[in-house]
């Protein structure tokens, strides 16, 4: 019977179900890398530090534009001077952070664990990043200057996908503004892969390699439209639902594996119940939609959801993600593609990250047989939408969605 201590803990040993590929013995073994990721978003805005020892809010002050000097002087009076205007931003810095475990019996009898395998400190740092990112996506498409594709006019009577026009329209707009350009030549835009696919073939599109300077491409950099330079990012927020939830507010959950029955989806995270659909709710996986028929909480692979329908045949694959299925379109997903200029939000934290390593028996008399180790990762972040003007958002839909 598991104690309190080890429920909060998660403790990865040798019955895990995540861990069983390492008590098998096989002859040949290939390991394949895990994706790597970088802070995309971060680089356009204001970055400050967050210095220790020092009040915990953060503040951007924004100083308005003075009004036109629009009446001639006259000879030998001074005028009215201008009353300058301060608007100042505001927000605390947010702590973040996660941690594996594992058991003295794992690190014994894993059968040959190699070190490409168990590279715990990359695992952490691809998902200290991978949050941080997710979460700065969810910031940005927060944003109050929206356009919807087509002629739609709120996200609910969407029904196309983003074409050349609706860029236009966007930047169009943030010209009006006199916004300046993120990078001190174009605006920058992030655009998830499944609306690139709808907007790449449009004649007008300029790929990378006509560019006059290519050296200077940014990371995932798929090509410039209208004063636009486009960066594919997988992480682009998606509207798809009502978040999971009711302990944990989740986007999306993952997928460990299915059972042979071809109804049960495992999923990663630790969940209860209530934080799972309820029956005869929606999940949408690789693309498709599913009717949900129980679920139940759990931790390290041991929760699920089952399915209505047979799932045996449709190629659900471990790590995929499961998203609410209630779009706002018919359940649809709505993509969000955010045009950013110069200044639009502010950002700290990056030099706040670490990684923490315990090795088994560090606990001392908390751990006096060297039973437990854990290697985690905790950060501050802070990012905040300084001004609306200068930032703007367009929803579309995706035809391979």
């Not at 507010?249 to 999923?267: N, R």
């Not at 908390?366 to 854990?374: A, I, M």
Request: glycine letters at 8%; one cysteine or more.
């Amino acid at each position: 019977m598991a104690t309190d201590f080890e429920t909060n803990l998660n403790l990865n040993g040798t019955g895990s179900a995540g861990m069983s590929p390492l008590m098998e013995s096989i002859l040949n073994r290939y390991v394949l890398e895990a994706n790597k990721t970088k802070r995309k978003y971060t680089r356009f805005g204001q970055q400050v530090n967050i210095p220790q020892g020092k009040t915990k809010t953060n503040a951007f002050d924004k100083l308005s534009p003075l009004p036109k000097a629009m009446q001639p002087l006259t000879e030998g009076i001074t005028p009215t001077g201008a009353a300058v205007n301060i608007t100042r931003i505001k927000g605390e810095p947010e702590q973040f952070g996660n941690y594996v475990s594992y058991t003295d019996q794992l690190d014994f009898f894993a059968n040959d664990p190699s070190p490409e395998v168990l590279k715990y400190t990359d695992l952490l740092t691809e998902n200290q990043l991978e949050t941080f990112e997710q979460l700065d996506a969810m910031e940005l498409a927060s944003g109050l200057n929206v356009f919807y594709a087509g002629t739609a006019e709120s996200r609910s009577e969407l029904n196309d996908v983003l074409t050349v026009k609706d860029v236009r329209r966007a930047v169009t707009s943030l010209k009006r503004n006199k916004v300046q350009p993120a990078d001190g030549t174009d605006y920058i835009a992030f655009i998830h892969p499944d609306v690139v696919f709808n907007i790449w073939n449009d004649e007008e599109w300029r790929q990378p390699h006509t560019y006059s300077d290519t050296k200077q491409l940014y990371d995932g950099e798929i090509g410039r439209l209208f004063g636009v330079r486009f960066i594919e990012d997988p992480d682009a927020y998606v509207f798809r639902g009502t978040n999971f939830g009711v302990n944990h507010d989740l986007p999306e959950l993952t997928v460990v594996k299915t059972d042979k029955s071809g109804k049960k989806l495992y999923i990663a995270e630790t969940v209860t119940k209530a934080d799972l659909p309820s029956s005869s709710g929606k999940i949408c996986v690789n693309n498709k939609i599913y009717t949900v028929a129980a679920t139940y909480g759990g931790s390290n692979g041991t929760a699920y959801i089952q399915v209505s329908e047979d799932i045996s045949a449709a190629a659900i694959e471990p790590d995929m993600k499961v998203y609410p299925g209630d779009g706002a379109v018919g359940g649809k997903p709505v993509y969000s593609t955010v045009i950013l200029g110069k200044n639009a939000f502010g950002t700290a934290g990056d030099k706040t990250v670490q990684l923490i390593n315990k090795s088994l028996g560090s606990a001392g008399t908390g751990d006096p047989l060297n039973q437990r180790g854990t290697v985690g990762w905790k950060g501050y972040r802070f990012m905040k939408i300084i001004e609306q003007t200068k930032m703007c958002r367009i929803e579309s839909l995706a035809s391979v969605s």
